[in-house]
Structures are given as C-alpha cells and as structure tokens.
C-alpha cells in the first residue's frame, strides 16, 4: 500500500506540469476541439468549420465520421503544420501558417487534415474491421499500409483545392517542377514515387495531387470510391491492385497518359504566356538543381539563398567570374535577410516538449563572419532588413493567435532588446512576407486572411495601414520597394511572375513585369535594375536581370486567364471553404468547458491478445504456450501514457501481470509480478527511470540542422523474489552534438556521440559495478558526401559473462570481464543508378564502404587492455534502396571481412548489415 501511494504521488506531482497550462474544449456532434483560453475565438470558428463541412471532407466514403476525432489548437510550435494520428485518435493543428497559402490558415487546415481523418474511418470496414475489434486503434493503424503516400496527401490537397477558392493547387509554384519535367524529362511512375538522390523530384503531395485529380476526372467520384472500398475491403490489398481492377489498368499507364494529357496543357499554358524576360546573368551547372529565393548584390559579388540537393539551404555568394562560395548552412526553411553588413535568418530551438518549439533571429557578420544568436524564446516566421542591414523587421506570433510586426535597429552596440516599433494586425490576418524601405519608414506586408491575399503598407511613422492590392484569390509573395512602387511575385490569372504595383493613393493598378518559362519569382532592385529568379528548366532557376522600365510592363486587365487548376469539384459537393462562404458562414456558439489531460489520457484507445507473455520476453518457449490481454492508454500530447498487461502460462500454470507508465522525457516506471499457483510463490520486479534531458538542437526540419543534447539519467530496478533482494542502480549520461549535412548527406557531417553507463549494486562495494562506454566521432572524408567515423567502445562486468564482439566475426570468451573495441569506418557514395523495379522498391544509390577494427578482452581484470589481441577488416557495397516510403528506405551491405588475432592468421568471412537510411 504505501509503494502504491509513493507511486501515486509521483503520477501527480510529475504531470502537474500540465496545470500551469490549462486547456479547454468544445464538444460538437462530431468533434471535440481543444485549445487555450487565448484561441477561444479560433476553437468556435474551427468547430463552426469542421460541422459544416463534414459531406464535403467525407465524400471519400459518403459516410460520417467513425469516432469522435479530438482537434488541437496549440500555440506552442513554429513548425508550419498540421497531422492526424491514431492510438490516440487526434488532428494537432499549429497556428504558424505556410507563408505560400493565401486564405485562411484553419481553413487550410480543416480541408487537409480532416480529409485524413475520412480516409482513416474510411478504412474501418470489411474484414479490417476484425482487426479493429481486435487491437483497437493499433490493430487498425496496420492499414495505413494499404494506401501509398502519394495518394493519402495528394487526396488532401485535392480536397483543399476543391472546396476551396484557394489551395495548393491553385498555386502555379507547387506543380513547377512537376511541369517542367512533365514536358521535358518524362520521368517514369516508379521513379517518381521513390524519388532520387540524383535527380530532384516532386515529393508525392505534388504526384498524388495529380494522379488524383487524373483519375476523379477521367473515371469519376464513384470508381474512385470503388477503388477505395476494394483496397479497404480486404486485408493488405493495395491501392495499386484496386486500381486496375476497377480501371483495367495499371496505374504507371494512367500516371504516363496523365503526363501526356497535362504536358499538352502546360506547353500551351507557356505559348500563351507572353514573354517579358531578361538577360541571363547566372545559370549555375555546378548543381542538378538548384532553386533562388533571395539575392543582394554588394559591389560585384552576388548573395543569393539556395536550395540544392548538393547542400541543401545555403547562403552562397558568386563572384564575378561566377565562382561560387558557400558562406551559410540554412537549418530551416525560413527565407533569409540578406544585407551590405548582416545576414538575417531565423532557426529553430527545440525543447523537451516535441510540441513545443520557439523560432528565433539570427545574425551573421558579413565582415567578421562573427555569428549570433539575437533572440531568446521567441516565435518570429518572417523577416527582412533595409539595404544595409542597421533595420529589421520580422513578425511575431502572438500567445492569443495574432500576428505582430516589430522593427528593430542593428547599431554597434548590438541588437536591442526590445523593438522601438511594434504593430499588431487584426485577428485572421497573418502576414507571409515582409519587405522594409532603405529608410525605414514603410513596411510592405504580404498577408493572407480568409478573403484572400494582399498587400499592406505600413507607415512607421504613423503606424497607419494603407490597402494597397485589397484581399483576393491571388499569391502575393517576396515583395520589394522600388522608387514609388513595389515589386512582388504573384500568380494573377495563371502567370506566376514579377508585377508591380504603384505606392500611392490615386492608384493600384497593377502591371506585369517580367515573366520566366515556369515560374518567375523573388523580385531584387538595386540601382534602378530589376534580378529575379527564373524558373526556367527541370534543373531549376537561372536568375536574369533587366532594367525597370515601365513603358514595357502590361496592365493585367490586358492579360488572357491562362489558368490551368487540374483538379475539378464534384457538381454535388459544395465549396464550403471558399472566401465567401466562409465570410458569410453562420456562427453557432458552443459552451466551453475545461479539458484535463491527465483524466483524460485514460482512454484505452487499443488493446490486443498474443499468444505470448510480453512481461517475460527472454522467455522464448512462453511463445504458444502463454496468453495476454494488453491495455494501452496515451495523452493526446504524446507525454505520458501507460500500458497494462496480464498472462496465463497453460504450461506450469503461473500467472504474470505488467504495468507501465512514463511521463515523456522525464519519467519511466513498470512493475512485473509474477505468481507460481503451483507452488505459490510470488515475486516483483519494479524500475524507475528519471533523466533530465537539456536540449540544445535546432533539428526541426532536419537538413543542416544540429543534433545537440546532454541526458543524465537515474534507472533503479528491484526484483524481490524468494531468493531476497536484488536491488541495482544505474548511472547514464548521454551526450550528442552532430551536424547534419543535405540530402545526399547519409550520416552528420560532424559530431560527437558519448554514451556512458554505470550500474551498482547497494548490497555489493564497488567492485562488483559494471561499466559501459561508447563513443562516436564523425569527421568529413574528404569525398562529397563520403563519411569516417571514429568509435571506441567499452564494457566492464565483473559478475556476469560478456556476449559480446571482440571485433567483427570474433566474439568474446564468456567469462570476459572486459571487452574494448576501436573501429574506423570509412563510405563515399559511387553511383545513383534510379533503377526503380516497382513503387516498392528502388534502387537510389551504391556506396563503397570499409571497415577496421582492433579489440581486446580480459578475463581477469575489468581494467581495459590496450594491447589489442584482435584485428578486424571489410570492404564491401552499400546499396541505398528506397522502399515506397518518401522520406527513408533501407540500406543493405553485402561484402567480404578477415578477422583474428593480431599474432595469427586471419579467416575470411562474409560481411552483411542492414539499417535505415533516410
């Protein structure tokens, strides 16, 4: 009783973390939203949207939703996004908008990810509902498999598109690349769904978006549904295998005569477009593809941010003989602020919360090359600066879900704490970019609200707000002063390319300025001549330069619509998340009440029975002869959760039971008890795990990114059985620093990994600890994208056998008491064939790798010996396969190994390994 009320008490007082936040609720028919005090005005406007849209986003299935979905308003992420996930069912919504969508955020949100939620209940039918009944919502996650990734997110978008005046699909610059190399390269259906290393593709929101809008128009709603039925239907059959027999045909020949069909339109779309280009200026073929966003010219050297698969976002600066040097790794997909003096971005900082991030200014010294970090804690998704960088501007995200714009200086002194000029837009209306005048007295806005996107002025002075293109069903994006006018990219009646705009108060005509093949965008002005990117080939962009002369522009009400929107809405489904339908949509109130996380992360959202005892898993004959009912329960939030478990062994009759719980990254407990009914004797074993982890990574969006925490840890496990006490503590600290390289990139580019461990037992002196050590250096090869790791490894036990390696292919005695390992790996990438067999498999790239080790063991002493006895060496392939997963695969390694005693002769063997590699 009093473990029990130690344990209760532990419960509460670690997840009282969660009073210091309340959260509330609003529970509709078919929903239940949850959200801070702060966002209550979003929570009802969400809920009014969800309830009225349910035929719409549930027209997958003509059904209602299977279950009560639990939506998430928080406040807490910078990550521009939204999720629906199962075991627990729930939908968390990030308020930081996508700078490139032009309506409504929750809008946006409650197109996409509400589709997700119908496709899953979609699934729940036929012989999968067996698998429901039997695993809850884990049994019921395995049909996830059943539709590709292609077609989950590319029916989302469909979906947005459609009901919607707005979309990704409406925007000319999410299908760029996937038009240029529609008409140019012909990539095949296989390929395209596994992507390449070599090439850059599509991700599969932009290929399924297209395959489905192909396959709705040229078949219809209905066989769609049929297709969908058939592949629920019937455990593990695919979408693929749905399609033809529904269809009659495979689906990389619809996929081939969509590209044929939609190559057609484009190529007319870019006949029709006329052509206002300039002169080439950069046309970088050092890289497969590269794309521009910003560019300052200071003196002759060209700065522009990039984006290639060669490094990812980057700042780089191009001389005049069009050398390139990369002078900045971006972490994050923030655009930049480039300047005479400073370049601005903004990055990531993680914390111990994975739902909780912040996003912070960063400065870096184009003289100097001094870096720094200017903000703490902060939650800014735009910035810019004036011409020599002393101005800058960036917008904040409000706790209550509005945007602010702060301008701050940038004197010697460094930067100010606080800004000496700060504005809040009104709720729904959140800026997307910003651009800031040489003098610092106008700041140009590009913001987004229901109605649409436009684009704002505001005087600093005054701190009034001029209109200058009002709301409509346009992008407006990267804006820029010019004498009395203002530049920006946009995509008014199909043409995504520079216009222009005059900023003054007898007119806003707009005007088209320039244009590109496929796309032209981020318009830059310096001394009266006009730079911009061009999207001008599968490849990517060129950037161009003309002098701004307004006598050549076109006024837009002169141009043809040459919009070419792929996707069609069904004649019986409504555009319930257009601009006017929302502006005009009927509010209901609903009541609000209080929401307990900790209540309710009793959910027992999935259950299963095995034929197996999961509380004894190095019992390898329970397999079979034992039965178990497993509980699982979770928190929304993903924090803390438990899992109960009881087990019947038929064969001696003894009776286990297991429980769990953990509060994520801080605490983990379990118990186990066992009863022998044939000689009655019980027994428990209880663990406890407390770490305090310190994260210092910016990691979020993973490319050039830093891996970077410190984990001490306490675990404590007692077993208590007949026999007494055994009572063991251990002691761990975990440390990592690692930065991460591109796509091509497999493993960091830089870092240190340590791992060390001790466990002691109270009953013992010292003598009797076991210790282990590991520790990982990871250094440049000197080869793109090769890698040479340094490892060295350790482990102490004075008590119980070692089974572990000497070196690779020698294992240790098994009375060792110590075994130590030193290890120098060494791959560099040689050949990306793209040999796609299926959508399944694919062969993305083949490495040459190669390996040495040298060990020792004792027996006699736990001291490690230096005076290794054994050798190890390999040299082999490394085949990289991607295997219908966007963003991983599989990586096998096949080769030959000699391995012995330093002293002796050496026997060949055959050295094979597998992992994952993303």
């Not at 292609?150 to 038009?179: C, H, M, Q």
């Not at 702060?406 to 997307?432: D, H």
């Not at 590009?446 to 701190?463: C, Q, R, Y």
Request: aromatic fraction near 14%; charge should be negative; charged fraction near 20%.
């Amino acid at each position: 009783m009093k473990k029990a009320a130690i344990l209760l008490l532990l419960f509460f007082c670690i997840t009282d973390i969660f009073a210091d936040n309340p959260w509330k609720k609003i529970e509709t028919e078919h929903y239940e939203i949850i959200f801070r005090e702060s966002y209550t005005r979003d929570a009802i406007i969400v809920a009014n949207m969800l309830e009225n849209s349910i035929k719409e986003n549930y027209s997958i299935s003509n059904k209602k939703p299977a279950r009560k979905w639990q939506v998430v308003l928080t406040k807490d992420s910078m990550v521009p996004n939204g999720f629906v996930s199962i075991a627990p069912s729930v939908s968390m919504w990030f308020d930081t908008p996508v700078a490139s969508f032009s309506g409504d955020w929750y809008a946006a949100l409650a197109s996409h990810e509400t589709r997700h939620m119908a496709q899953m209940d979609s699934q729940r039918q036929g012989l999968w509902v067996l698998f429901y009944t039997l695993g809850g919502e884990y049994g019921e996650a395995a049909h996830l498999f059943t539709y590709p990734f292609w077609f989950i997110e590319g029916d989302a978008v469909w979906n947005e598109t459609v009901l919607s005046d707005k979309g990704r699909g409406r925007d000319p610059e999410f299908s760029a690349l996937f038009r240029a190399l529609a008409i140019e390269q012909k990539i095949s259906y296989n390929l395209m769904v596994n992507r390449s290393y070599k090439k850059y593709l599509p991700n599969h929101y932009v290929l399924g978006y297209h395959l489905v809008s192909y396959i709705r128009e040229k078949y219809g709603e209905e066989k769609l549904r049929e297709i969908i039925n058939k592949a629920s239907y019937f455990p593990f059959s695919s979408l693929e295998s749905s399609i033809k027999s529904v269809t009659g045909k495979k689906i990389a020949d619809i996929y081939n005569e969509m590209i044929k069909e939609y190559s057609a339109l484009w190529n007319e779309q870019i006949e029709k477009q006329p052509v206002l280009s300039g002169k080439k200026l950069i046309e970088d073929m050092s890289e497969d593809f590269i794309s521009y966003s910003q560019m300052h010219i200071i003196d002759d050297l060209i700065y522009t941010e990039s984006f290639s698969l060669e490094k990812a976002n980057t700042i780089n600066v191009y001389r005049k003989d069009m050398t390139k040097k990369t002078v900045l790794r971006l972490p994050s997909y923030f655009e930049s602020a480039i300047s005479d003096n400073y370049i601005y971005w903004l990055e990531y900082d993680k914390t111990n919360n994975p739902n909780i991030n912040y996003s912070n200014i960063h400065r870096l010294d184009i003289k100097t090359g001094k870096r720094e970090k200017l903000t703490q804690k902060e939650k800014f998704f735009a910035i810019s600066c004036n011409r020599d960088g002393n101005l800058i501007v960036a917008a904040r995200m409000r706790d209550d879900h509005r945007a602010q714009i702060q301008l701050f200086t940038n004197k010697n002194r460094g930067f100010e704490e606080a800004p000496f000029f700060s504005y809040t837009l009104p709720s729904g209306i959140m800026p997307a970019y910003l651009a800031l005048d040489d003098n610092g007295e106008q700041i140009a806005i590009s913001a987004n609200s229901i109605e649409g996107s436009s684009l704002l002025v505001i005087s600093v002075k005054t701190a009034k707000t001029k209109i200058v293109i009002p709301p409509g069903l346009y992008t407006i994006k990267n804006p820029v002063f010019y004498n009395d006018g203002i530049l920006f990219s946009a995509d008014f009646k199909g043409y995504t390319a520079i216009f222009s705009v005059l900023n003054t108060d007898y007119s806003n005509d707009i005007y088209l300025v320039a244009t590109g093949k496929y796309m032209a965008h981020h318009p830059y002005v310096r001394d009266g001549v006009l730079y911009y990117a061009d999207f001008y080939s599968s490849h990517g962009d060129i950037i161009r330069t003309k002098n701004i002369n307004p006598l050549e522009w076109m006024p837009i009400s002169q141009l043809d619509d040459i919009s070419v929107v792929c996707a069609k809405k069904p004649k019986n489904l409504e555009s319930v998340f257009d601009s006017s339908h929302l502006k005009d949509m009927d509010i209901k109130q609903y009541s609000i009440s209080d929401y307990n996380p900790i209540i309710n992360s009793i959910n027992f959202h999935s259950w299963t029975i095995l034929p197996a005892d999961i509380s004894n898993p190095e019992d390898k004959y329970s397999v079979f002869r034992s039965a178990s009912l497993i509980l699982f329960s979770n928190d929304i939030f993903g924090r803390t959760g438990f899992m109960l478990s009881g087990a019947y062994n038929f064969s001696d009759s003894g009776i286990r039971g297991l429980w769990s719980y953990y509060f994520s990254p801080y605490l983990s407990l379990s118990g186990i008890y066992s009863y022998d009914t044939l000689s009655s004797d019980f027994s428990s074993e209880y663990s406890a795990v407390f770490s305090l982890p310190f994260n210092f990574s910016n990691n979020v969006m993973s490319f050039n990114s830093r891996y970077s925490y410190l984990i001490p840890s306490v675990s404590i496990n007692a077993i208590n059985n007949n026999i007494g006490l055994l009572l063991s503590i251990k002691y761990g600290l975990d440390y990592s620093f690692l930065l991460m390289g591109s796509i091509r990139d497999v493993f960091p580019i830089l870092g240190l990994s340590v791992s060390t461990a001790l466990i002691t037992f109270p009953e013992k002196d010292m003598s009797y600890s076991i210790g282990k050590e590991k520790m990982d250096f990871f250094l440049p090869g000197g080869i793109p994208h090769s890698s040479l790791q340094l490892s060295f490894s350790s482990l102490q036990t004075p008590v119980f056998a070692v089974s572990s390696d000497i070196v690779y292919g020698v294992s240790a005695p098994k009375y060792s008491k110590n075994v130590a390992t030193g290890r120098l790996y060494y791959d560099f990438p040689v050949f990306y064939p793209d040999w796609a067999a299926s959508s399944y498999l694919s062969l993305k790239r083949i490495r040459i790798a190669g390996f040495s080790e040298l060990g020792s063991y004792n027996e006699s002493s736990v001291v490690p010996s230096f005076s290794f006895s054994h050798i190890s060496a390999g040299i082999g392939l490394v085949n990289d396969f991607s295997v219908g997963i966007p963003t991983g695969g599989l990586s096998v390694t096949s080769g030959v190994y000699w391995a012995g005693r330093v002293d002796g002769q050496l026997t060949p063997g055959l050295w094979l390994d597998a992992g994952i590699v993303y």
